[in-house]
C-alpha cells in the first residue's frame, strides 16, 4: 500500500515541476522586492496567452514583459505605477485583477447584488410559507398529525 | 399577481441571462485581440538600428516627420509574416504608403535573406533584438501594422496579417478623411 502512496507523490512531483521552471531569471536581491515582482507577475496576464499570468507563460513576450516588470521595481517605481505603464500599452485587458472605475463597477458589485437577490427570494419563500402555516388551523395544535 | 411571482420573474431573469450572454458571443471573435489603448496617442519613441546598417540608429519620429507611415513588425519566425509579405509590398507600391518595417526579435542574417528572397516592401528596417521597443509600443504577436499620421499620431492598429480588402476596408478611408 505504501507504494502506492510514494508512486502517486511522485507523480505529483513530476507533474508539479516544470511549473517552477517557466521563470527562469534569478530571484531580485531583496526580499521584499521580490514579493513585489511575484505579486506583480501573477496578477499581469499574459497577452499573447491570455489565460495565463506573466509569470505562468513560457512564451517569449511574457519573458520580456517579466524583465520590464523587474526592472521597473529595481528602478524604484511602485506597484501602481508599473500597473498604469503596461495599461498604457496594452489596455485594462493585462489587469486580471480589474480596477474599481465606473464602467467595471457592475462586475464587482454584481457578487453581493446576486447574494441580496437571493436573500430576498429566500426571505420571501419563507415569509409566504410562515403565512400559509399560520392561516392553516389543523397544522396548529397537534404536530405532525396534519391531515 | 401569483402568476407573475412565479412565471414571469424567473422568466424575466433568464431573458436577461440570455441577453447577457448573446452579448458575450457576439463579441467572442474578437476577443483574442487587445484594442490598443495607443490609437488617438502619439506614437511612442522608436529610436532603433538599422537592419543593412547596424551602427546607424534611425528615429521613426524624424524619419516620417510629417508624412503618414506604416510600422508594419515582423520577425522570419513568424509564418503569418510570410504570408502577409505580397500583400504589404502590393498596398506599398499601389498606394505610395512608406512602411517601416520592424524586424523584432530576430536573427539579422536571417532577416536579410528573407528580404531578398521575398522582396523588399519597407523603405527602413530596423531591428529589434530585445523587445523594448515593441513593448512600449504594446505589440504582443506579429504581425503587427500601425497606420501613424503625419502629426505622429496613431491612427489604427490591425493585429494579424495585413491583406489588401483589410487596407481599403480599414486603413485607407482614415487617411482620405483627415486629408493632410
Known amino acids: 500500500m505504501k507504494w502506492v502512496l510514494a508512486l502517486i507523490a511522485a507523480l505529483l512531483c513530476a507533474g508539479a515541476a516544470p511549473a517552477f521552471a517557466v521563470d527562469a531569471s534569478p530571484p531580485l536581491e531583496d526580499p521584499v522586492l521580490q514579493q513585489r515582482y511575484l505579486g506583480l507577475t501573477h496578477e499581469l496576464r499574459c497577452v499573447k496567452c491570455q489565460n495565463e499570468a506573466i509569470a505562468d507563460s513560457p512564451v517569449e513576450i511574457a519573458a520580456d514583459l517579466r524583465r520590464e516588470v523587474r526592472e521597473a521595481i529595481v528602478a524604484g517605481q511602485s506597484d501602481e505605477q508599473i500597473r498604469e505603464l503596461l495599461v498604457g500599452r496594452y489596455g485594462e485587458f493585462i489587469l486580471f485583477r480589474p480596477r474599481w472605475s465606473a464602467r467595471n463597477a457592475l462586475l464587482w458589485l454584481a457578487p453581493g447584488l446576486m447574494l441580496l437577490g437571493g436573500a430576498f427570494v429566500g426571505w420571501r419563500i419563507v415569509r409566504r410559507r410562515g403565512a400559509l402555516l399560520a392561516n392553516d388551523p389543523s397544522t396548529v ?7 | 399577481m401569483k402568476a407573475l411571482n412565479r412565471f414571469v420573474l424567473p422568466l424575466g431573469g433568464f431573458a436577461l441571462l440570455v441577453l447577457l450572454l448573446a452579448i458575450g458571443l457576439r463579441q467572442a471573435p474578437d476577443k483574442g485581440i487587445i484594442v490598443s489603448p495607443l490609437i488617438g496617442k502619439p506614437a511612442p519613441a522608436l529610436r532603433l538600428p538599422l537592419l543593412n546598417e547596424p551602427a546607424v540608429m534611425l528615429d521613426a519620429a524624424e524619419t516620417f516627420r510629417g508624412r503618414w507611415y506604416l510600422l508594419n513588425v515582423w520577425g522570419t519566425w513568424c509564418p503569418e509574416c510570410r504570408y502577409e509579405h505580397k500583400a504589404l509590398t502590393e498596398i506599398s507600391q499601389r498606394y505610395q504608403i512608406p512602411v517601416l518595417g520592424m524586424d523584432w526579435k530576430d536573427d539579422d ?15 527602413q528596417v530596423v531591428t529589434d533584438h530585445e523587445g523594448r521597443t515593441a513593448i512600449a509600443w504594446g505589440v504582443y504577436g506579429a504581425p503587427e501594422t500601425y497606420l501613424i499620421n503625419p ?4 491612427v489604427h492598429k490591425k493585429v494579424g496579417g495585413l491583406t489588401l480588402d483589410i487596407w481599403q476596408r480599414e486603413f485607407l478611408p482614415l487617411m482620405t478623411r483627415s486629408g493632410s
Open chain 1, 141 to 147: 395544535d397537534s404536530e405532525g398529525e396534519s391531515s
Open chain 2, 109 to 123: 542574417a536571417a532577416a536579410r535573406e528573407w528580404l531578398q528572397q521575398l522582396g523588399n516592401p519597407y523603405e
Open chain 2, 151 to 154: 502629426a505622429g499620431i496613431i
